[in-house]
Each structure stands twice: as C-alpha cells, then as structure tokens.
C-alpha cells in the first residue's frame, strides 16, 4: 500500500497569511493525488486533483503542486472558512489511501 | 445535481453485520468513468477508504477489511450497498459514500454521512 505522509500535523494562522501544506508518498504516484478540505461535523470537500487542478467552485487562492513523491497544497491569503482539516489522497494505485491530515487553525 | 445518501441502523452489536445503503439521486450510476465508494472516519480520526465499486460490480477493497466487507450494487434502483460483519467497537464510525470519478481524479460528491455505534 502506499502510505502518505503530512506535515505538520496542525499549523496556527491569522486570515490573510498564506499557508503551504505538505503531502509525501511512500513511492511514486505520478500526478495522482486529490486534497480535501474538512470542516466539522461536515464531509470532505475535494479542493484539489491531479495534484495541481482545482475541483468546481473552488476559489482561486487554493493552488496544488508536486508530482512523483512531493506534494504541496497552498493557500494565499487565508479566509476565515478556510480553517478545517487537509487530507491528501492518491489514487495512482489500490488501495485508495489517505494521509493523516493537517489541521489548520486560528 | 447528482446526490448520495447513507441510510442503515445507527446501532450494531458486537459481531453482528453492519448494513449501510447509499442511494443515488439527480443522476445515472451507469458509466465507467465513474466507482462507487465507502469511506469510514472513526470519531476525532482521519479517513479510512473500505472500498469502491463499479456499477457492473467490479470491487476493489481495503486490505485490512477485505475479509469482512462486502459491496454490492444495484443499478435499477440507483444504490449501492455496504456490508460489514464480525463488527466491534472498532467499527464505530461515521461512514460516508462517496463517488469515486475518472474524471476528475478524486472522490468528488460525498454523502452527508451517517454515524454507527458498534455496542451492545
């Protein structure tokens, strides 16, 4: 199974910071790696595929990047709804799998 | 708008079967661009993939549940289904369903989740 990796676990921010998330595989998975973005109490929303295409709706201050291993979401500059959970996720192989995710918050 | 929805017993006993549906609306379940797929997060946890299938009913599952799960469809009533058996306190979770698309790479509409006690 290929096992993702994110750093940091939480990270504290103000609104209007910017902020880069990190997402690595165990091997390569190509361009093959989704974000999502988690609120309480809500399902996850896809943010970002193909590591580096925003998902419908999504604003243009989220932007994705990586190929291979090495993956980074960014956020530039933060809204106050932008404060939830960031999973990474690769479907380059079965099992789908998940990273652990960060928390970002106030 | 395509839209999922869980539906099942909120409450299972210790080694008993979890039974969840996750019906279809807004939209047709027959394309090969598409898989459908169960996820499951344990309370203050991360998310844990249990498997995805498609709608001729080819499945793929996680490892570690493979020898408990099992996914089934049905195309003419637009629902998929999750079983699993030999559940313990493990097993509580919410549990979501989720489209799994080609297209967009991702698992890219979700049901709202519906949350499962495994307790006696």
């Known amino acids: 199974d290929i096992v993702l990796t994110q750093s940091p676990a939480t990270l504290s921010l103000s609104p209007g910071e910017s902020v880069t998330l990190s997402c690595r595989a165990s091997q390569s998975v190509r361009n093959d790696i989704a974000w999502y973005q988690q609120k309480p109490g809500q399902a996850p929303r896809l943010v970002i595929y193909d590591a580096s295409k925003r998902a419908t709706g999504i604003p243009a201050r989220f932007s994705g990047s990586g190929s291979g291993t090495d993956f980074t979401l960014s956020i530039s500059p933060l809204e106050s709804e932008d404060f939830a959970v960031y999973y990474c996720q690769q479907r380059s192989n079965w099992p789908r799998t998940f990273g652990p995710g960060t928390r970002v918050e106030i | 708008q395509l839209q999922l929805q869980e539906s099942g017993p909120g409450l299972v006993k210790p080694s008993e079967t979890l039974s969840l549906i996750c019906s279809v609306s807004?939209?047709?379940?027959?394309?090969?661009?598409?898989?459908w797929a169960w996820i499951r997060q344990p309370p203050g946890k991360g998310l844990e993939w249990i498997g995805s299938?498609?709608?001729?009913?080819?499945?793929n599952y996680n490892p570690s549940l493979k020898s408990r799960v099992t996914l089934s469809v049905d195309v003419s009533r637009k629902q998929f289904s999750l079983k699993m058996n030999s559940v313990t306190a493990a097993d509580s979770a919410m549990y979501f369903c989720?489209?799994?698309?080609?297209?967009?790479?991702?698992?890219?509409?979700w049901g709202q989740g519906t949350t499962v006690t495994v307790s006696s």
């Open positions: 807004g939209g047709s379940m027959s394309s090969s661009a598409y898989y």
């Open positions: 299938l498609s709608y001729s009913g080819t499945t």
């Open positions: 989720a489209r799994d698309s080609d297209w967009v790479d991702g698992f890219d509409i």
